[in-house]
């Protein structure tokens, strides 16, 4: 019973903005240290953002300045306000818990393009 389901991506042009949405069950967000990530079109993972409980964030420098992590505790989801994209952005995002570290979601693909 422990899920995430990741949502909002999709097809945007350089420049542009989409927030991404991951609601979880079986999930306390209030305790779990919250992470995204992407896997980019050559198959590499890496880490976009991370939210610990005590609310302090951590960004790829490649995104600081344009991406915010935030979550909704009452909720138990989590958020990527994604501003300014361009292209290297690409890619499919997934949320991630901690105390959860063998669970995925299905992903949410954003493509950023002319």
């Known amino acids: 019973q422990v899920q995430l389901v990741e949502s909002g991506g999709g097809l945007v042009q350089p420049g542009g903005s989409l927030k991404l949405s991951c609601a979880t069950s079986?999930?306390?967000?209030?305790?779990?240290?919250m992470t995204w990530y992407r896997q980019t079109p050559e198959n590499q993972r890496e880490m976009v953002a991370s939210?610990?409980?005590?609310?302090?964030?951590v960004y790829a420098p490649s995104v600081k300045g344009r991406f915010a992590i935030s979550k909704d505790n009452a909720k138990n989801m989590v958020f990527l306000q994604m501003n300014s994209l361009v292209p290297e952005d690409t890619g499919v995002y997934y949320c991630?818990?901690?105390?959860?570290?063998?669970?995925w979601g299905q992903g949410t693909q954003v493509t950023v393009s002319s």
């Open positions: 079986g999930i306390d967000v209030s305790i779990n240290a």
């Open positions: 991630h818990a901690h105390r959860h570290r063998l669970t």
């Open positions: 939210l610990s409980s005590s609310g302090d964030t």
